[in-house]
């Protein structure tokens, strides 16, 4: 008998359950009412970020579909604004917490690594009002991302706004969070960062292979005169043509989790660009990885 489909929302509510069950406390104290444990709330939420909806659709999706509250263990659906406190009481390293505990499932280690900025809209109104109403975007979220060449997780983000500013004043940030997943040999890093021209700055080094500016004069200084040869080759070789896998793990992070960062306040803002990472890792985890490996942690 041919065993029956499991809905992918179902596996991805498992996944994110049992994620912050090995993560998070069952509850925040002692005299907590318990009708619901941490673990429960941050994986809906972490579900509503991956459908892409508002807590109150959320909250009525759950109503209706009773495979996913019997896999979070829910008697009860929690009340939009329970989902909605939720959020706002997640703290940055709760969910490095939560990030580094999903690639510790998987393994990752990484030959080469990619980093890439993204803009995010700060408002829903659709292409056509904005184009009617002739106002121009000059102010939005930006969020960077460093991807793995190999396996395709987010291994590190930060965030930033937009336009402006030069993107390689974010690079030493993103190199430290991928660094535990790089390969290492004689204790130093033998991995490669690729990026685009944007990224050229002062924390650039010479074995990286991030193409320099040269406009109008030519690459003099010894180092970026290295990048540069190292980039042509690079090019020749087609190895450079992996750098638009981190276009590809962005596009699906978009297209999964939406183009619009919800929140006003600057720190939660934040919070919206890693979990967008964290909810794009729970959604490739399941490509690579047997769901009865992750209810085994």
Request: charged share 25%.
């Amino acid at each position: 008998m041919k065993k029956p489909r499991e809905s992918h929302y179902v596996r991805y509510a498992r996944l994110a359950y049992r994620l912050t069950q090995s993560v998070v406390p069952r509850y925040r104290h002692r005299n907590s009412p318990k009708t619901y444990s941490q673990p429960q709330l941050i994986a809906c939420v972490l579900l509503g970020f991956y459908l892409d909806m508002s807590y109150r659709d959320l909250e009525e999706w759950l109503l209706a579909t009773d495979k996913v509250c019997a896999v979070l263990e829910l008697t009860a659906v929690p009340d939009y604004s329970t989902l909605c406190r939720t959020f706002h009481r997640l703290r940055l390293p709760l969910l490095r917490a939560l990030h580094q505990q999903l690639l510790g499932w998987v393994g990752v280690t990484e030959s080469a690594i990619v980093a890439d900025a993204t803009g995010f809209s700060g408002s829903r109104a659709s292409q056509h009002y904005v184009s009617r109403t002739g106002r121009k975007m000059s102010d939005y979220v930006k969020g960077y991302y460093i991807v793995g060449i190999d396996q395709q997780y987010i291994l590190g983000w930060h965030y930033a706004r937009g336009p402006g500013g030069n993107d390689g004043q974010y690079l030493n940030c993103l190199r430290r969070q991928a660094h535990p997943f790089g390969i290492m040999q004689q204790r130093r890093h033998s991995w490669i960062l690729l990026a685009d021209k944007g990224f050229d700055g002062i924390q650039a080094r010479a074995d990286d292979l991030i193409p320099p500016r040269q406009g109008q004069h030519p690459v003099v200084r010894p180092d970026r005169r290295e990048r540069l040869d190292l980039t042509a080759q690079a090019r020749l070789d087609g190895f450079f043509g992996q750098r638009w896998k981190v276009e590809t793990v962005i596009s699906v992070m978009k297209r999964k989790s939406g183009d619009v960062i919800r929140s006003i306040q600057l720190l939660r803002q934040r919070r919206e660009v890693a979990v967008k990472a964290l909810t794009y890792n729970l959604h490739r985890l399941p490509c690579l990885l047997p769901i009865d490996f992750a209810t085994e942690q």
